[in-house]
């Protein structure tokens, strides 16, 4: 099985930065499209930001500018560095990894899911 274990979830403040790992068990997922959902209370999951295994990237039109996802393949990890945090960024973040090279935005389109780490902006 592959394992997704999400760490860096937190409180902050507005304005500040976090940086959440994914951190994947057992052999390189380097030909993996990986991705990172948000699901805030009563809205359905939506992709935030993903990467190819060719490094081409997605970011939700909420997040650009302010958020950036990449990749260690030696250490299998993803990362999702999160600046410029807002209180609508208060939400349940989860890590995903399709296999397959091609970022796809829906859920269902992942296989693998990690357990979700929580991330509260205060005001």
């Known amino acids: 099985q592959v394992q997704l274990v999400e760490s860096g979830g937190g409180l902050v403040q507005v304005g500040g930065s976090l940086r959440l790992s994914c951190a994947a068990s057992?052999?390189?997922?380097?030909?993996?499209?990986m991705g990172w959902f948000r699901q805030a209370p009563g809205k359905e999951r939506e992709l935030v930001a993903g990467?190819?295994?060719?490094?081409?990237?997605y970011y939700a039109g909420s997040v650009k500018g302010r958020f950036t996802i990449s990749t260690d393949n030696a250490k299998n990890t993803v990362y999702l560095q999160m600046n410029s945090l807002k209180p609508e960024d208060t939400t349940v973040y989860y890590c995903?990894?399709?296999?397959?090279?091609?970022?796809?935005?829906?859920?269902?389109?992942?296989?693998?899911w990690g357990q979700g780490t929580q991330v509260t902006v205060s005001s």
């Open positions: 995903a990894a399709r296999s397959s090279p091609v970022i796809f935005t829906r859920p269902r389109d992942y296989d693998y």
């Open positions: 057992g052999r390189t997922f380097s030909n993996y499209a």
């Open positions: 990467i190819s295994s060719g490094g081409t990237t």
